[in-house]
Every structure is written in structure tokens, then in C-alpha cells.
């Protein structure tokens, strides 16, 4: 039986690594050195009838303020279909790129500039994305029915935010060697790895794959990688001879550190375990009739936070002081990129088939709002990616900053930031 509809679905993929010597993570780390895997982006084009629809996941580390802006403009003229239709994510792998050229404009007007991104190689992304988008649209294929599946992924994900039995917030990082903090609980995670795909008939087209941890398993040694997830994605892609995406979700407060030593050995098991997780979630999955696809789109303003380090005049500050060491400096030109793109609001998109919601947020939100987005919507299939605009940085919980640990020292968006986006989500979920 068919659903009647005149839904079509494409898929597209773009080799996204930038060149030998670029800047990685945004200047911090060592910059490219080798490529041990491509860095992709992948993506879908959806069409009703009507509207088209891109959904699109970057390996890269973020991509903030216009540069965001620009990527959705790329692919809607390519697909034929307008900005505010396109969800663009990053993975958030750290030997990859963070792409700010808001940031990197202001650093070279400076009589000492430092590299965050490379802007050179952007454009050419954004023409290679708007041409894979055109053909991609030129090769859309009938999709008649839509399968979810979930599956939990043992041993990857845990808590960033481990507390100590002083109620003190320490820190496990994407790879631990200390005992003591492997041996602390997972904490708050979404167990499950969630998986979406469009089928003609019997037949898989693509699946959208949605977990939500940090995906780094070791970085800062120069060697690009798609990391644990995307090495995983690729080899079920090769297994099953069906194109795979996947999307980080809300992985702010979560890594891999109590599974992750940070040794070559560890990203093996990560990925064997995330691999696992995607054959698992396939083999539940069920499918349904496909139906009308929805699309809304909520318009979020997320002011800058005001505390001292984050002003104005503090980032300026830092950013013009010769004296100010790299690292502060890169973070000051990134501050005042996002405090002159917060005075827009930051576009929220939501694609809904039926029971099933998909949810992208920007920033690094912490897992609450993943868990949140289920909760509104009991009755649905939810899942959320991540990563869209990276300006805010770590969408944190309000609790935090006076709790303490790592995110909410690095946040760009202050505690007020927790009841705005659950607003949000409330009024995106809201069932009726
Ligand atoms: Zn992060």
C-alpha cells in the first residue's frame, strides 16, 4: 500500500576537509597535519509535494554566527527551497574545524592576528554544498514509508558533571585516566541511540541516526577524523549498502570519559559499541505509512551573558592586548562575534512526519533539554540534534552556574537562557 503522498527524498555528501595546515577546534589546538579519515557533510532533501526541506550534519567541530547563516543559505539555493527550511548540525569532532568568520574578521583587524577558521575554504564548502543540494534535488525519489527504531548504546555515553560527595562538580573529560572519576557513576544521559529512515516500499533509502555524546575519543595531534561516531557511521553505510547520517544531540554536559582513556585502542571499542548501537536500533525499527511533513520554526533571542570576562569591554580588551596569550584572545573575538550576532534571534526548526518530531537546537545544550523535549511530547517519536549555531556556546542548565564545573565558565548565554529555550520547546512540542 502507498501513502498516496507525493513525498520524495535525496541524499548528498561533500567532502568538507579542509586543507594540510588549516586551523583545527579554532586556532587552539595543533592545526591539520594528516588526514586519517575525510571530514563529510551529509545530508537529505525532503519534498512534499510543495516545500522542500534540507536536514544536513557537518563533521565538523561548529560552525558559529553568520557562517551558520551562510551554510543554510547555500544549501535552500541549491535545493531550491528558502533559508529558514534548511537545519544545519555539526557533529562537534575536535580535530575538525570550528568555522567563525565573524570571529576570525575581527581578529585580523588586529595588528596581531591569530587563525580560528579557514575562510578561504568555507567558500569553496559553500559552493560545493550548494551544487550537491541542485543534484540532489534533481534525483529525488518516492519515499512512501517512515521506520524509527532505538537501541541503547553500552558503555559510550556519561556524565561530564560528576558530583563529589562535598557536592562539588568535577570534571570528567572526554578521555580520563583517573580511576576515581571512571569509577563515578554515568549520571544523567540519554541511554538510547534513535534512528529515522525513509523507505520506498521495503527498500531503505537513508537512515538519520541521533545519539547524544562528545565525540571526540583523543584529539590535539593534528590528525583529521570524523572520530567514534562518524568511523562508526561509515562502516554501517559499507555494511548495509544504505546511506547513514548521523547528528549529535544534546551532548553538552556528556563525553565518553568514563569508557575513554584516550588511547587508539579506546576509539576501537567506541566505535565498535556506537556501531553496535546503530545495528541495533536498525533491527528494531518499524515502519510506518509515511504522512505529511510539518515543518515550524520558532525565533529564540538569546542575549549575551553580562558577567565580568564577557562584556564588551573585556572582550575588546583581551582581544586587542598584545600582551593577552592566544587562547584568550581567540575566545575574546569569538565572545564579541556572538554578542553582535545575538542582537537576532536564533532560528529553532522543527520537522515533524506523523508521531515523529525532529528537534534542532543550537549551541551545546545539556542533556536536560534532549530529555525535556521527550517529556513535552510523550505521545511522539523526538529526536534532537544539537550543534546548529554554535554562537552561544554551552546552552547550560540555570542551576549551574552557581553549582559550578566546566560549561558554565565557557557558556556565552547566561542562566536565564534554561526557561527561555524550555519555552521553546514547549510551544514546538505542545501537542494538541
Ligand atoms: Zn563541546
Redesign the pocket.
Known sequence: MASGLPLRVATFEVDITPPLGSPLCGGWIKPLEVVDDPLLAKGVVLEDGERRFVLCALDWCEVRNSAHDQLRQALAAGAGTQADQVAVQCL?QHNAPIVDVDAQALIDAQPNPLPICDAAHFKQVLEKLTVAAREAAGRLTPFDRVATGEAKVEQVAATRRVKAADGKILVRYSSCQDPELRAMPEGVIDPLLKTISFLAGEKPLVRLHYYAT?PQSYYGDGRGTSDFPGIARQNIERETGVFQIYFTGC??DVTAGKYNDGSHQARGELIARMAQGMRESIAASHAELAELIGWQVVRLPLPPREDAGFTEADAKRNLESSSVPPQPRLNAAITLAYRQRAQRPIEIPMLSLGKIRIVHLPG?PFIDYQLTAQRLAPGCFVAVAGYADGGPG?VCSAASYSEGGYEPTASLVGPRTEMALKGTLAELLAEE
Do not use: I
Request: charged content about 15%; aromatic content about 16%.
Open positions: 562537534h562528545h551532548a553538552g551545546e554551552y
